[in-house]
């Protein structure tokens, strides 16, 4: 390799800090350098890389593949980039420890293989794979002006071997300074953007596609209804005993309203501390609870969990866990599917006591909503009998609908809904329904998350879409929090009508991925997983090396370093035994014009070649040539030798012609 010694080495050693992969990079890292210090070398030649060059990109499918299966998007994809140059190792080993000092472009572009001027582009793969090297390192998003300066570091080396030599090295480390500075504070301006981004606009930039976002700590009326045609099944939920259904799989609460936003005020995470190995207590059971397996999956990592009203304790993998007093349950895992169990006991009191949020209703409603309350006489109520009539309420003269009208003049959405439109989606049903609560005196909250209402027997369990996405209320009655729901129930199979025609291949491939990921455990190490499946991939590329260099005999460990002076490649089929016959017939006065081809040039003379030349021999000849040449595939060992023998053979009887 053409780099400067150790060069390689440093950019392993960057990669391993930010990834922890010692044993990888150190591996790599001895292989490569290793080879400056022996001078053997494998008679490796154009074909072989086509070769190595097909099957590394076999292999980057395949992991690329595997990391979306297990992790998603866009996890995977940085995986992918940080394991890159481990995929492509057995290329920079060929060009290391072989006699070919450049790679012809034939090699990573099918289409130049049969081109007989692909030859003349080709480049030492040295450079090119070190800095994939660097990009790897780069992919782990670490930011910090340590690694910042190590990278300039490592960069600079680089550049100075490669520098002009005309060059003033004042004014050239100088340059090198003042590029180095400004891509630290272009790299320091583009965090402060992306944050900017992230706090300004975080409906834009949510895994679910909504502002509905369980990780933040409000939601807008009416976007829940951006993911009511989306058909992507999110969660798959199986129950072992009888539970209400449609099961509600909470995620996330809201205590205050404001306009048309509910926020989680005082609400603040806090940590739990797990009961036993993997098991998180979150309250105390009051009779036997029921288990409910939910299979999830964190397209950026520290999930919220969606889980059942009554939720006592979860057993989960997770580091830890966190939990306000509104009932949002956060784990902190790293992205990629995960599955957990949830413990269910109706009757407990899972969640948190009410406070005076709990109560509130904002100014600008409270007239219309005191107004509504006095007609359907809820003031002096007990809980369950306010809770029936706002039930009764909502099921005489509403409907649903996904679509929500432009509203007049100075109106609210809520006065809309309540006394224009009369119809709307969860959203509505759910916030009119906690006011009209609380304007009884029933503390009351606002919940969003899932419904599973949907049973695949194909999967043995519920299937849970993003269209399933749902919102509804909390009431706290008799000392527990129970869920109302006042959504009229066509509401699922209103949205179903709409599902998309290619939905059932959506749905196989998404039964076809969940499976993938629980045939290989489920592993969430993304490390280990990635090593793994990379060091198969490698054994796999060392016994391809070896069969391939078996094919093409003879495997030849030569002794020396091609000469440095020599700059174009080796061109495959250069030491054909034609070339000899070509020189003989040139000698006796059937030169070959420049330009011209073997075979233009064997129909040219053929009708005047000396005595006992027969242009049939020629020809066997030239096909032989040609396939060594030009063919990826090569001559096989028997082939080769025919060409040999053939060529010496005609040289023995026509050379002194």
């Given at each position: 390799?053409?780099?400067?010694?150790?060069?390689?080495?440093?950019?392993?050693?960057?990669w391993?800090?930010?990834?922890?992969?010692?044993?990888?990079?150190?591996?790599?890292?001895?292989a490569?350098?290793?080879?400056?210090?022996?001078?053997?070398?494998?008679?490796?030649t154009?074909?072989?890389?086509?070769?190595?060059?097909?099957?590394?990109?076999?292999?980057i499918?395949?992991?690329?593949?595997?990391l979306?299966?297990?992790?998603?998007?866009?996890?995977?994809?940085l995986?992918?980039?940080?394991?890159?140059?481990?995929?492509?190792?057995?290329?920079?080993?060929?060009?290391?420890?072989?006699?070919?000092?450049?790679?012809?472009?034939?090699?990573?572009?099918?289409?130049?293989?049969k081109?007989?001027?692909?030859?003349?582009?080709a480049?030492?793969?040295?450079?090119?794979?070190?800095?994939?090297?660097l990009l790897?390192?780069?992919?782990?998003?670490?930011?910090?002006p340590?690694?910042?300066?190590a990278f300039v570091?490592?960069?600079?080396?680089?550049?100075?071997?490669?520098?002009?030599?005309?060059?003033?090295?004042?004014?050239?480390?100088?340059?090198?300074?003042?590029?180095?500075?400004?891509?630290?504070?272009?790299?320091?301006?583009?965090?402060?953007?992306?944050?900017?981004?992230?706090?300004?606009?975080?409906?834009?930039?949510?895994?679910?596609?909504?502002?509905t976002?369980?990780?933040?700590?409000?939601?807008?009326?009416?976007?829940?209804?951006?993911l009511k045609?989306?058909?992507?099944i999110?969660l798959?939920?199986?129950?072992?005993?009888?539970?209400?259904?449609?099961?509600?799989?909470?995620?996330?609460?809201?205590?205050?309203?404001?306009?048309t936003?509910?926020?989680?005020?005082?609400?603040?995470?806090?940590?739990?501390?797990?009961a036993?190995?993997?098991?998180?207590?979150l309250?105390?059971?009051v009779?036997?609870?029921v288990r409910?397996?939910?299979?999830?999956?964190?397209p950026?990592?520290?999930?919220?969990?969606?889980l059942?009203s009554?939720?006592?304790?979860?057993?989960?993998?997770?580091?830890?866990?966190?939990?306000?007093g509104?009932?949002?349950?956060?784990?902190?895992?790293p992205?990629?599917y995960?599955?957990?169990v949830?413990?269910?006991?109706?009757?407990?009191?899972?969640?948190?006591?009410p406070?005076?949020?709990?109560?509130?209703?904002?100014?600008i409603?409270?007239?219309?909503?005191?107004?509504?309350?006095?007609?359907?006489?809820?003031?002096?109520?007990?809980?369950e009998?306010?809770?029936?009539?706002?039930?009764?309420?909502?099921?005489?003269?509403?409907?649903?609908?996904?679509?929500?009208?432009h509203?007049?003049?100075g109106?609210?959405?809520?006065?809309d809904?309540?006394f224009?439109?009369?119809?709307g989606?969860?959203?509505?049903?759910?916030?009119?329904?906690?006011?009209?609560?609380?304007?009884?005196?029933?503390?009351?909250?606002?919940?969003?998350?899932?419904?599973?209402?949907e049973y695949?027997?194909?999967?043995?369990?519920?299937?849970?879409?993003?269209r399933?996405a749902?919102?509804?209320?909390?009431?706290?009655?008799?000392?527990?929090?129970i869920?109302i729901?006042?959504?009229?129930?066509i509401?699922a199979?209103?949205?179903?009508?709409?599902a998309?025609?290619?939905?059932?291949?959506?749905?196989?491939?998404?039964?076809?991925?969940?499976?993938?990921?629980?045939?290989?455990?489920g592993?969430r190490d993304e490390?280990t997983v990635?090593?793994?499946?990379t060091?198969?991939?490698?054994?796999?590329?060392?016994?391809?090396?070896?069969?391939?260099?078996?094919?093409?005999?003879?495997?030849?460990?030569?002794?020396?370093?091609?000469?440095?002076?020599?700059?174009?490649?080796?061109?495959?089929g250069?030491?054909?035994?034609?070339?000899?016959?070509?020189?003989a017939l040139?000698?006796?006065?059937?030169?070959?014009?420049?330009?011209?081809?073997?075979l233009?040039?064997?129909?040219?003379?053929?009708?005047?070649?000396?005595?006992?030349?027969?242009?049939?021999?020629?020809?066997?000849?030239?096909?032989?040539h040609y396939?060594?040449?030009?063919?990826?595939?090569?001559l096989?060992?028997?082939?080769?030798?025919?060409?040999?023998?053939?060529?010496?053979?005609?040289?023995?009887?026509?050379?002194?012609?």
């Open positions: 390799m053409n780099t400067p010694p150790l060069l390689i080495a440093a950019a392993c050693t960057l391993v800090v930010q990834t922890g992969h010692w044993l990888v990079a150190v591996a790599a890292a001895i490569l350098e290793s080879a400056r210090l022996f001078p053997l070398r494998w008679n490796v154009q074909a072989h890389f086509n070769h190595l060059s097909d099957f590394c990109s076999v292999l499918v395949a992991v690329a593949a595997y979306y299966f297990t992790f998603g998007n866009p996890r995977a994809l995986l992918l980039v940080q394991w890159l140059p481990v995929t492509l190792l057995p290329l920079a080993l060929a060009q290391a420890w072989g006699n070919l000092p450049k790679v012809g472009a034939a090699a990573f572009v099918w289409t130049m293989r081109d007989p001027a692909a030859g003349r582009y480049v030492n793969l040295a450079y090119p794979y070190f800095v994939v090297w790897a390192a780069s992919a782990t998003n670490s930011r910090g340590v690694f910042y300066a570091a490592i960069a600079v080396c680089a550049l100075w071997a490669v520098r002009p030599k005309r060059s003033a090295p004042v004014l050239w480390v100088a340059l090198v300074a003042l590029a180095a500075g400004g891509g630290y504070a272009s790299h320091q301006g583009l965090a402060r953007l992306q944050g900017w981004i992230e706090d300004a606009v975080p409906g834009w930039l949510s895994a679910s596609g909504t502002r976002d369980p990780y933040e700590n409000r939601t807008d009326l009416g976007h829940i209804g951006e045609w989306d058909d992507a999110v798959r939920v199986q129950l072992e005993g009888r539970l209400k259904t449609p099961l509600l799989l909470h995620r996330a609460s809201y205590n205050a309203y404001f306009g936003t509910w926020v989680a005020r005082n609400a603040q995470l806090t940590y739990r501390q797990p036993a190995a993997e098991r998180w207590t309250a105390r059971a009779s036997s609870p409910v397996t939910v299979f999830d999956h964190a950026r990592g520290s999930p919220v969990l969606s059942p009554g939720t006592v304790e979860v057993a989960l993998a997770a580091p830890a866990i966190k939990r306000n509104l009932g949002t349950v956060q784990a902190e895992i992205p990629g995960f599955s957990y949830a413990l269910v006991d109706p009757a407990a009191a899972a969640d948190g006591k406070d005076e949020e709990d109560l509130r209703v904002p100014k409603e409270e007239a219309l909503l005191a107004r509504l309350a006095q007609d359907l006489n809820l003031t002096g109520r007990s809980p009998r306010a809770v029936a009539e706002v039930r009764q309420f909502f099921v005489r003269g509403f409907g649903y609908s996904t679509y929500q009208p509203r007049d003049g109106a609210t959405a809520l006065a809904f309540l224009k439109t009369r119809a989606h969860c959203e509505y049903f759910a916030t009119a329904t906690v006011l009209l609560l609380r304007m009884a005196g029933v503390p009351a909250r606002y919940a969003t998350g899932f419904a599973a209402l695949s027997r194909l999967e043995n369990a519920y299937v849970v879409r993003a399933h749902h919102a509804w209320a909390k009431a706290y009655v008799n000392g527990s929090w869920d729901d006042t959504t009229p129930s509401w199979s209103a949205e179903a009508q709409d998309s025609w290619w939905s059932p291949l959506a749905d196989f491939w998404s039964w076809f991925r969940f499976n993938l990921f629980r045939l290989t455990g592993g490390g990635a090593a793994l499946w060091g198969i991939g490698l054994v796999l590329a060392a016994w391809l090396g070896w069969r391939l260099y078996r094919r093409h005999r003879p495997l030849v460990i030569g002794s020396g370093r091609q000469s440095k002076e020599r700059t174009e490649p080796a061109v495959t250069s030491d054909s035994e034609f070339f000899l016959v070509e020189r040139a000698g006796s006065g059937y030169p070959r014009a420049p330009g011209e081809s073997v233009e040039w064997l129909t040219r003379i053929s009708s005047r070649l000396p005595a006992g030349v027969e242009r049939a021999e020629l020809t066997e000849l030239v096909a032989l396939r060594y040449r030009f063919d990826p595939a090569g096989a060992p028997a082939e080769r030798d025919l060409l040999r023998s053939a060529a010496r053979t005609w040289l023995s009887r026509h050379a002194a012609q």
